[in-house]
T-cell receptor
Framework: GQSLEQPSEVTAVEGAIVQINCTYQ??????LSWYQQHDGGAPTFLSY????GLEETGRFSSFLSRSDSYGYLLLQELQMKDSASYFC???????????FGPGTRLSVLP | GAGVSQSPSNKVTEKGKDVELRCDPI?????LYWYRQSLGQGLEFLIY????????KSGLPSDRFSAERTGGSVSTLTIQRTQQEDSAVYLC???????????????FGEGSRLTVL
């Protein structure tokens, strides 16, 4: 079977740092992606980790540990516009399919 | 077009009617995916295409759901005899496929919001 777990909600204040965790169990593993989705909008790609370690893209960083089946998204210098849902997604089945987690709703407070 | 295009953006139908949802992927993208998202929920995988073939149909909820892709481009998701539980946003995404450096990225359309009365 395939399952991904994320916290359902996270709240933080502007300027803070927040970490959103993702654990997964899948039949195969190619890499871990992160997506952002604002209410009423389409998911947009943030980052992808195929190898262990940290990937940094501006204020956002993503980490992967394949041995622990675990990853996280780190958001720094939070802004109000970062309030959105964040989804992790595993590329599995020999890299041909993407299975999404349930999503984490981030609320950034002033 | 520059992005993934989906139509209609909104569809209201009566229970028992058939609906067709269309997805026009980014030109040159060989992989195409359909997901369903209910309000406040995650993305539920339905089906994906590599070219015109669908190696994985495991996510289709029932035999009322079907999808096809022609010419390696446009895809249509058909729901027959719609039920109220089919109400959701249907999202289409495409990707360049296995080749290329950005193998973790899907490009999503804005979705088709289906409401079954």
């Amino acid at each position: 079977g395939q399952s991904l777990e994320q916290p359902s909600e996270v709240t933080a204040v502007e300027g803070a740092i927040v970490q959103i965790n993702c654990t997964y169990q899948t039949s195969g593993f190619y890499g871990l992606s992160w997506y952002q989705q604002h209410d009423g909008g389409a998911p947009t790609f943030l980052s992808y980790n195929a190898l262990d370690g940290l990937e940094e893209t501006g204020r956002f960083s993503s980490f992967l540990s394949r041995s622990d089946s675990y990853g996280y998204l780190l958001l720094q210098e939070l802004q109000m516009k970062d309030s959105a849902s964040y989804f992790c997604a595993v590329r599995d089945n020999y890299g041909q399919n993407f299975v999404f987690g349930p999503g984490t709703r981030l609320s950034v407070l002033p | 077009g520059a992005g993934v295009s989906q139509s209609p953006s909104n569809k209201v139908t009566e229970k028992g009617k058939d609906v067709e949802l269309r997805c026009d992927p980014i030109s040159g993208h060989t992989a195409l995916y359909w997901y369903r998202q209910s309000l406040g929920q995650g993305l539920e995988f339905l089906i994906y295409f590599q070219g015109n073939s669908a190696p994985d149909k495991s996510g289709l909820p029932s035999d009322r759901f079907s999808a096809e892709r022609t010419g390696g481009s446009v895809s249509t998701l058909t729901i027959q005899r719609t039920q109220q539980e089919d109400s959701a946003v249907y999202l289409c995404a495409s990707s360049p496929g296995l080749a290329g450096p950005n193998t973790g990225e899907l490009f999503f359309g804005e979705g088709s919001r289906l409401t079954v009365l």
